[in-house]
């Protein structure tokens, strides 16, 4: 059995890098490093993951186009939420949709008057 790995590159990036490397996360947004593939590892959970990607402006999937809990992509069972046929039109954002969430994670706009979602976040973006 062999097990690989990625290395450190910073064109791949996860999860640790976006919670605990603000200096790689502040080259990001200056476009002085633009990750290949940015994997959310070290997250919580997708709900979590997704509000993340909307904050730092890398994430392209139009709100009624995501799927329910349940993972279905169902809207209680009835209908899709897409036309399959049609769905890179109808779900995906060529701009990508940016909010912000959170004031202690990384945002490629100013997030400041966001909450924290860490009990002891500081401030991704400076006050001045």
Not at 24 to 31: D, E, G, H, L, N
Not at 48 to 70: A, S, Y
Not at 77 to 98: A, F, H, K, V
């Amino acid at each position: 059995l062999h097990v690989k790995t990625l290395t450190l590159d910073p064109q791949l990036p996860g999860g640790y890098q976006y919670h605990r490397d603000r200096q790689y996360m502040k080259q990001v947004i200056a476009k002085n490093i633009t990750p290949t593939l940015f994997h959310m590892a070290w997250t919580f959970n997708k709900a979590n993951k997704i509000l993340f990607f909307e904050q730092m402006g890398l994430w392209h999937v139009q709100p009624t186009c995501r799927q329910h809990e349940d993972g279905d992509g169902e809207d209680d069972g009835e209908q899709p939420l897409y036309n399959r046929e049609t769905i890179l039109d109808d779900c995906c954002s060529i701009e990508p949709i940016i909010q912000c969430h959170y004031s202690d994670k990384p945002s490629i706009i100013p997030c400041r008057d966001s909450p924290q979602i860490d009990v002891k976040g500081k401030p991704f973006w400076d006050k001045s």
